[in-house]
């Protein structure tokens, strides 16, 4: 977020995607025990709603174009 805040929208945006990606990553691999605040609803459910969350995000942060253009 202090990424997009400092006006590096591409930047900021492959970070919160590649973050989002890694939460599903977490997700899909970790033990139950060791989840926390990630288990929140079915393992299936949260790795394919934050896979594609993800995938959506990266997608806007490599088509969005810079502000100085």
Same mark, same amino acid.
């Given at each position: 977020?202090?990424?997009?805040g !400092?006006?590096?929208?591409? &930047?900021?945006?492959? +970070?919160?995607?590649?973050?989002?990606?890694? /939460? @599903?990553? %977490?997700?899909?691999?970790?033990?139950?025990r060791?989840?926390?605040? !990630?288990?929140?609803?079915? &393992?299936?459910?949260? +790795?394919?709603?934050l896979?594609?969350?993800? /995938? @959506?995000? %990266?997608?806007?942060?490599?088509?969005?174009?810079?502000?100085?253009?």
């Amino acid at each position: 977020m202090v990424l997009i805040g !400092l006006e590096y929208w591409r &930047r900021g945006l492959f +970070v919160f995607g590649a973050g989002t990606g890694f /939460a @599903a990553f %977490l997700r899909a691999f970790l033990p139950d025990r060791r989840q926390g605040l !990630l288990r929140v609803r079915s &393992r299936w459910f949260d +790795v394919t709603v934050l896979a594609l969350a993800a /995938a @959506a995000i %990266l997608v806007v942060s490599w088509g969005i174009s810079p502000l100085d253009t």
